[in-house]
Each structure stands twice: as C-alpha cells, then as structure tokens.
C-alpha cells in the first residue's frame, strides 16, 4: 500500500474518532448560544441515571424546607397536634407530587417543583382567626378550619384556571419585556431574604457551619477536582447536608442543649420536630379526607386575590426556571398553559386538604442554577420521591426531620440564585437610557418598600393597614401589598407600558428585539422542541 493511501486511511480513521467529540460540542456550542447559557451544557446533556436519581432526591429534600415549615406553622394554630401535623405535611407532599409532575408533562414542561407557597399563608392564618370556631374538642376545631380552607382554595383555583386556559395571560405576558422582568424575577428571590439568615440566625452553630460548607463545596472545592467530574458541586446539598446534620444529632445527643431555652431547643435539636413518632409507617391522602369543604364568601375572595398573587409571583418563578433550564425564552402561549395547570395544581390542594396553595418553588429553581443541570427528567425523579415518602410516612418523617436552619441556609444560596436570574436580563436592556434607569429604581425600591410598610404595620398593630369590619376586604387588599415581587413587578409591567412605548428606540431600549423571535410557539422550532406536548398531543390541545 502506498504511502499516500496509508496517510489517508490514518487521517480517516482519526476524523471518526474524534466525530463524536466534536458533535457534542457542536450541540453545546448551538444550545448555549440561544439558550442564554453561561454555564457547562455538557453536564446537562450527559447525565448518567444514577445521577439522576441522585439530583432528584437533592430536588426532594430541597423542597422538604418550605413541605415542613409551613404545616409546622399552621397546623398548632389550627389546634392539631404531631399527628395531624404529620398527616398534613404527608399531604402536601404528595399534591406536591402530583402537581410537579402534571406540570412538567402538560404545562410548561420546564423543570420546575411545584410546592407550598408561603404567599398563602397569611389568608389562611386569617381564616384562623376568624372567630366562627368555638368547638372545644381541639381535633375537630382542626377539621372545621381545615374544610375552610379547602372551599377557599377550591374557590380560588378558578381564577388561575381561567387565565391561564382560556390564554388571557397570554395576552398579558406578550407585553412583558426584559425591563419589567428584572424587578419581578429578582425579587421572587431576594424578596425572601426574611427566611434566609434570619433561619440561620436560630441556631447560628449548626445554621452558619451549614451555609459555609455549602459555599466551600460548591464554589470551591470544584476547583480541586479533575475538570469534568462535577461531582462536588452538583451534589453539594447532599453532601453539605449530610454532614451538618450528623454534626447536629451529635449535639443532640451530646446534650448541648439540655437546659436551654424552648425556641433554642425547637431550631436545634434534631428531635424536636415530632414527625417520626406521629407519623404512620403507610398512608396514603385521599380526596377529602378531613371531611367535606365549607364554603364562605368572604374567605372565598380573599383567596382569590392571593391566588392572583400567586400567579404573578409564580411567571417570574417561570422565567427563572426557563433561564437555568437554558431553555429558549419562556413564549406566552406556553406560560399560560402553566398558569392553567397552576390553577389545577390549587384546585387539588383544596381537594386533599393541604392547608396550603400550590406554585412554583423558588427555591428548587435556584437549586437547577446550583448544579446546572435543568433536565426535566431529574425533576421528574424528584416528584417520583414525593409522592414515595408521602406514602412511605415513617420514611419520609426522618427526613422531614432536618432542622431548620439547615434549611435556611439552602435559602440563602437558592433566592440569591434566583434574585441574580433576574438581574441577568440586565443584559438586553439599555441602562444608559433614564427611562430604564428610573422604572428599574422606582419599581424596585417600592417592591421592598411599601411590603416593609405593611408587615411593620402589621407587626405593632396586629392588623394591616386596611382595617375595616368586612375581614375579607382587609385580606382582599392587604395581601397584595404584602408581596415584594407582585408590587414590584405589577409597576415595572404598568410603567413599562405607558412611558413613550411607541418610540422605535424606547422598543430597542427595552429589550423586546431580543425576545420577539420567541413570542409566538410556531415561529421557532427550538421553542417547540423544548415546551411541546407529549404523545403528539398538540394537534389535539395546541398553544392558544
């Protein structure tokens, strides 16, 4: 054989060698450049199943923080005890379960947890309060409120349901442009900062070891791997976890807090929660299973408000998830089919009796950022874990038992992620331009200034601002106010809208180029491949 023709067959041979290698980057190079990922793709589209399972247990335990406080919240109030709090928190894990996976099979199919949301719980505390509960026997008094709050909910899912299926919010998204999203999606996250440090600050000795770890093992630590082994990183939860709550049972058990005041002993221990005891080791939630709902008008539209504060928080919530999913630009269409399968997501929270409403985690959103691994398919796993251990009671309460400043802690990371979601988009817009510069400062300044008003109000006076004999009206008006992302993206969305928007060059100013090939589902394939309908059911339910 020639000289020549070995050359060749040697080049060939290595051409086909090297293919793969260098398709794969042409895959991540293309994916990254419209995606708006800053981040390595790779990790993303070559995941093994044992790191799946593995990042959807991270995502389980994640959303466990938010699963636990708010029953722990609400449940002693509404006079039940261990038992009840354990039933109820065994519940809205698995709606929570169910909804993470209908939303990421028939709604926006991003990656994103559907949880508890905190936004709800001062229209239940409300309901609480009512007065109208005079039953001695504490159990059923838990049962009456708990039936209320179901007809609430229920009531309340309609608005979402509505919105988002009859693709009215679509028409109200197709006007949001990168300007008014920067103050919506940042203060979904760093508008939580008061569960943040001040968890943490509730037992700083198991609290700030938590948060350093985090830090050392998920921006440092990777440093010293091999390139291309993200194991310390991706898995930075886990391990970071794993190792302050071994640290804190050791407290525990060492007596460190024999002595102590109740609260310490409360945000310490490891002991304390009273979910293992109480909790069964099988049981499975089923449709009103504290009784049949009870209906009040007035508790019905404050709901409704709440539940329309939810959706607002809930589409920056979406944005962020699109963001760190590296998925194309969120398209109207698409985020109105979520919104509707929110409002489903409320409506079987009211049937199962969670004592609590539905939307997107905000903190499994800064998680996807975390390990930069937005697959649907992980969160998918996670729901898998959900609706397990909900059933799995004994099983699911060891976890549930984490403490919770280690939770807090994941928050500080998680929000932070989310907040700097929002300040990305910074990017697409003109910053040199004054019109930007004031709806940016105006409506972020009085999306934390006028929530802070109303808590204060609150805190001294132990009722808000709006005080009238009607309770429901006072909750009507006083909720919205009361969340930093609805009143910071509500006068980002209004001002953006009004201030000289037919000028040619205020459009440029805006950003709204750079996400105008994304509007409509069927003008870019990239859009349909990454939010289209299983099983080819868009040609029976296609994007309004």
């Known amino acids: 054989m020639s000289r020549r023709h070995t050359h060749q067959k040697i080049s060939f041979r290595m051409f086909l060698i090297a293919l793969p290698a260098l398709l794969r ?17 790779q990790s993303i589209l070559f995941c093994s199943y044992s790191e799946a399972i593995l990042l959807g247990f991270q995502h389980y335990i994640v959303m466990l923080g938010t699963t636990v406080i708010i029953p722990s919240t609400l449940v002693p109030q509404m006079g039940g005890g261990n038992e009840e709090k354990a039933k109820v928190i065994q519940t809205l894990l698995f709606v ?34 009512s007065g109208r509960w005079s039953d001695p026997d504490p159990i059923s008094k838990f049962k009456k409120i708990m039936r209320a709050t179901q007809g609430a909910f229920i009531i309340a899912s309609v608005v979402q349901i509505v919105l988002g299926f009859s693709g009215l919010w679509r028409n109200v998204a197709r006007f949001l442009s990168p300007v008014s999203a920067v103050p919506l999606v940042a203060l979904a996250g760093f508008g939580l900062y008061e569960f943040g440090f001040p968890g943490v600050a509730n037992c700083v000795e198991i609290g700030l070891p938590q948060l350093i770890i985090l830090v050392i093992f998920s921006q440092y630590l990777v440093h010293f791997v091999k390139p291309g082994k993200n194991i310390v990183d991706r898995f930075a ?5 794993t190792v302050v709550w071994i640290y804190a049972h050791i407290l525990t058990v060492g007596g460190a807090y024999n002595g102590k005041p109740t609260k310490t002993q409360t945000s310490c221990r490891t002991d304390r929660a009273g979910l293992i005891s109480a909790a069964p080791w099988i049981r499975v939630p089923y449709p009103f299973q504290w009784g049949a709902p009870s209906f009040d008008a007035g508790e019905a539209f404050a709901m ?30 698409i985020l109105s089919r979520g919104v ?4 489903i997501a409320i409506l079987l929270s009211g049937v199962f009796g969670t004592a609590n409403g539905s939307s997107v985690s ?23 874990f959900m609706l397990l251990f909900s059933v799995l009671g004994k099983f699911g309460a060891v976890f549930a038992s984490i403490p919770t400043p280690i939770v807090a802690a994941l ?25 930007n510069k004031f709806i940016l400062g105006f409506s972020i300044y ?54 000289h928007k037919k000028d040619g060059q205020i459009r440029k100013d805006r950003g709204k180029q750079w996400w105008d090939k994304f509007r409509t589902f069927k003008s870019d394939t990239r859009s349909e491949e990454f939010y289209s309908l299983p099983f080819k059911l868009n040609k029976y339910f296609p994007s309004v």
Not at 237 to 241: I, P, T
Not at 453 to 468: D, L, Q, R, S, W
């Open 411 to 435: 928050y500080c990371l998680f929000f932070a992620y989310v907040g700097a979601a929002g300040l990305s988009f910074l990017q697409f817009c003109n910053l040199n331009s004054f019109r």
């Open 362 to 384: 905000i903190e499994n959103a800064g998680l996807l950022a975390l390990t930069r691994v937005g697959s649907r398919r992980v969160v998918q796993i996670s729901a898998v």
């Open 96 to 129: 929570a379960g169910l909804n993470t996976l209908l939303q990421t099979c028939f709604g926006t199919r991003l990656p994103a947890v559907m949880g508890g949301s905190y936004t709800f719980v001062a229209p239940t505390i409300s309901i609480i309060l």
């Open 237 to 241: 939860v886990l391990f970071s976890v």
């Open 446 to 499: 009085l999306g934390l200034s006028v929530p802070q008003y109303f808590k204060e109000y609150t805190a001294i006076n132990t009722y808000g601002p709006v005080h009238t004999s009607g309770r429901w009206f006072n909750d009507f008006v006083n909720t919205p106010f009361s969340s930093k992302p609805f009143v910071a993206g509500i006068l980002a969305y209004f001002l953006d809208n009004t201030l």
């Open 340 to 343: 509707g399968w929110q409002g």
């Open 304 to 333: 409704i408000m709440t539940a329309f504060v939810a959706l607002v928080e809930s589409t920056g919530g979406f944005i962020a998830v699109s963001r760190y999913a590296s998925a194309t630009p969120l398209p109207p269409s």
């Open 25 to 41: 980057g042409v895959l991540v190079e293309s994916v990254s450049q419209y995606a708006g990922g800053a981040w390595n793709l």
